[in-house]
């Protein structure tokens, strides 16, 4: 079954480094989307794409983050200065955004940031 | 302010028994409805959604999920519980004007099973 895959599964930073974080939506999606969940609280919603640009994006989603789709392939999440309350799981999603489950969203694993 | 609400942070069932996870949600009209399930290590994987039409929607696993509009609830059942089925749940809406890509989710449900 095709799935969403994302790396690192785990990253350690310093506080104030640049993290980028890697995500291979399914091949026939078009939606893509970023979700964080700090440990003990909600799944957040972060930024969807669509077409090589942000359709939506949260009050989280501050100068600090952005997206890219470099490739065609991969969808990235990069924060340029990491803040201790970055610390969390990351988690990509894609849709197809037509035909069967054009509305459900496939999630990757995670990948965990932990900002020292 | 729209939201979902898991009342229930832990449950812990014996296997064998019958297992509800509550959901209840605030939003402005009825959205698209979604049941995730996290086991350790692991995405979100999804165990069912409602979209409209039947009310009681039969997903993955043996679950199961009434969508109740008069109550803003979407309970998620399954009548005998495995031990496999320990994990945390997560309830989740979407709009339908955004056709559910960016989701509201509950706090999650975790669930443990007992021998």
């Known amino acids: 079954e095709p799935e969403v895959t994302q790396t690192p599964s785990h990253q350690v930073t310093q506080m104030g480094q640049e993290v980028i974080l890697r995500c291979v939506p399914i091949?026939?999606?078009?939606?893509f989307y970023w979700y964080r969940q700090i440990l003990g609280q909600k799944v957040e919603f972060l930024v969807s794409?669509?077409?090589?640009?942000?359709?939506?994006k949260s009050e989280i989603f501050d100068d600090q983050f952005s997206v890219e789709r470099p490739d065609g392939s991969n969808f990235t999440l990069k924060i340029r200065s990491t803040k201790l309350e970055d610390s969390a799981m990351y988690f990509c999603?894609?849709?197809?955004?037509?035909?069967?489950?054009?509305?459900?969203?496939?999630f990757g694993a995670g990948s965990r940031l932990t900002v020292l | 302010a729209q939201s979902v609400t898991q009342p229930d942070i832990h449950i812990t069932v014996s296997e064998g028994a019958s297992l509800e996870l509550r959901c209840n949600y605030s939003y402005g009209a009825t959205p698209y409805l979604f049941w995730y399930v996290q086991s350790p290590g692991q995405g979100l994987q999804l165990l069912l959604k409602y979209f409209s039409g039947d009310t009681l929607v039969q997903g993955i696993k043996g679950f199961e999920a009434e969508f109740k509009r008069s109550q803003s609830s979407f309970n998620l059942r399954k009548p005998s519980v495995h031990w496999s089925d320990a994990a945390e749940y997560f309830c989740a809406v979407g709009a339908r004007d955004n056709q559910g890509g960016k989701l509201i989710f509950g706090q999650g449900t975790e669930l443990s099973v007992k021998p």
């Open positions: 999603a894609s849709r197809p955004g037509q035909g069967t489950g054009a509305n459900v969203l496939t």
């Open positions: 794409f669509y077409n090589n640009e942000i359709s939506e």
């Open positions: 091949s026939n999606h078009l939606y």
